[in-house]
């Protein structure tokens, strides 16, 4: 049996995982068909993006290094809670509200003497701007985060994607029909 | 986009005392903020439901404590509802999960005190809670993902 490249026609060896030719991925993201046909609103959940639901409003990103007093300031300057930490251009961490309550208020006098590295969360889950929007419901579901991270595939930031964008989503859509 | 299934319908039906779990964090107004922090670290938990005789009275949550409290010069002795939200909404258990969902989306809040019939505190719905809730709503969506979705083969198949 012989299969041809989809996009260029060029038959590449069964079962190769790209086509030698153009260079286009033959392998398929699996993502689970919904076994309820015809349910519109299942299905997007697992079609569309989590892109839709983004405003790239919440993105905030700081440094290990800079002092949790700093990311204070700039949370209550600009009614935010959540910040990403990165380090040589790679995530290394989260900072949100919560992390402030339960690792520094209270803990350490002065917070200008404290580093967002010594209270952060490390290595968070994320997601890809092209992931199913269920993919983002799961990690917060499975992992009790009101905000996840999204990524492009080299690591830069896109946007922090809240709970409630989310809750948005639903709401709008449930009141469409 | 057009919505029929069943699913949406029942969650629009769906009563929020069939959901909840029950944990409820409350204290007094006059619960210093030293103590309330003390109480939220704790207990692991983003809110306190301010309680006067089973009164819901306010919220004091994470945001009160980032926005209003820390790097400021506030005496942490100060009872908590100088900084609280005054009379959050409340919602009783028999009422729709949906109309929990639209409050959340519409509101800043991420937790709903719940009352009786007397308007008494019986619990509290938060948004994690919520959220779990609706991945079990749409359990062929939400868990019957892959383990690992970007995982990318590095070879090709057998060998």
Known sequence: MKTSCPFCGYEPPL??????????????????????????????????????????????????????????????????????????????????????????????????????????????????????????????????????????????????????????????????? | MTMTSTSERRLKEKKIGEIINPRLIQAPPTTSVERAVQIMRDNKSAYIVVSDKKRVVGMFTESDLTQKILNKPVDWARPISDFMSEDPVVLRQDDTVGRAVDLMAEQDFYHIPLVNEKQQLVN????????RFLAEFYPGEVYNLPPNPHQIAEQREGG
């Open chain 1, 15 to 177: 079962g190769a995982d790209h086509c030698d030719q153009c260079l286009h991925s033959l392998m398929k993201r699996d993502i689970p068909a919904s076994r309820r046909k015809g349910n519109v609103f299942q299905d997007a959940l697992l079609n569309e993006p989590v892109s839709e639901l983004l405003t790239g409003l919440d993105l905030l990103v700081c440094s290990p290094d800079d002092s949790v007093q700093k990311i204070i300031d700039i949370f209550q300057k600009d009614k935010k809670g959540c910040v990403l930490v990165y380090e040589n251009k790679k995530m290394v961490g989260i900072l949100s509200n919560r992390d402030l309550v339960l690792h520094a208020a209270g803990v350490h006098k002065d917070l200008s003497r404290v580093k967002v590295e010594e209270v952060m969360t490390r290595d968070p889950s994320f997601v890809r701007p092209d992931d199913p929007i269920a993919f983002a419901i799961n990690k917060m579901a499975m992992g009790g985060y009101r905000h996840v991270p999204v990524l492009r595939p080299d690591g830069t930031p896109v946007s922090i994607l809240l709970i409630r964008d989310i809750l948005r989503y639903l709401s709008a859509s449930k009141k469409n029909y």
């Open chain 2, 124 to 131: 509290v719905l938060s948004v994690r809670t919520l959220v």
